[in-house]
């Protein structure tokens, strides 16, 4: 399988015990967009056993924004997707600024613990799943 550019990363810090917490837009019954990563994420995560380690979400408003926090020490903004229209060579993921700047981490780490906490519900978890076997420790 070929994983979007991202996930490695992703995979690798939650094998180091890593928690990640994911806010994505719901665009409806059978529209898969979203889902797609989530879904992708979580048959890794299940084939390493590492399911505790991801959260996603639906946010219940209105979102276009790509922030992610990394270590409360870093936030980057950009266009790419958690979904199959940013991987691959042609994927729309044009652009990303990186900053370490204190009060900009702060402020995204209030903005998105309020959209988790207040804002969102549970992605659901895909029925299939179950049928995913788990790699030998």
């Known amino acids: 399988d070929r994983l979007p550019v991202y996930f490695p ?14 806010l994505v837009v719901d ?22 056993g590492l399911e505790d380690r991801f959260e996603a979400h639906y ?16 936030v980057v903004a950009g266009s790419m997707n958690f979904h199959f229209i940013a991987w691959g060579s042609a994927g729309l993921a044009e652009a990303a600024l990186a900053t370490g ?8 780490e209030r903005s998105f613990e309020q959209a988790w906490t207040t804002s ?10 179950a049928r995913i076997t788990r790699a030998a420790p």
């Not at 019954?29 to 979580?42: D, E, W, Y």
């Open 101 to 108: 700047n204190a009060a900009a981490v702060a402020a995204q």
């Open 120 to 129: 969102s519900v549970p992605v659901p978890a895909e029925s299939w799943l």
């Open 59 to 74: 946010s219940t408003f209105r979102m276009h924004s790509k922030v992610m926090t990394v270590d409360h020490a870093l």
């Open 27 to 48: 665009y409806g019954f059978g529209k898969p967009a979203n889902r797609t990563g989530v879904a992708l994420m979580r048959r890794e995560l299940r084939r390493r």
């Open 9 to 22: 990363a992703l995979l690798s810090a939650m094998e180091r015990g890593v928690h990640v917490r994911l």
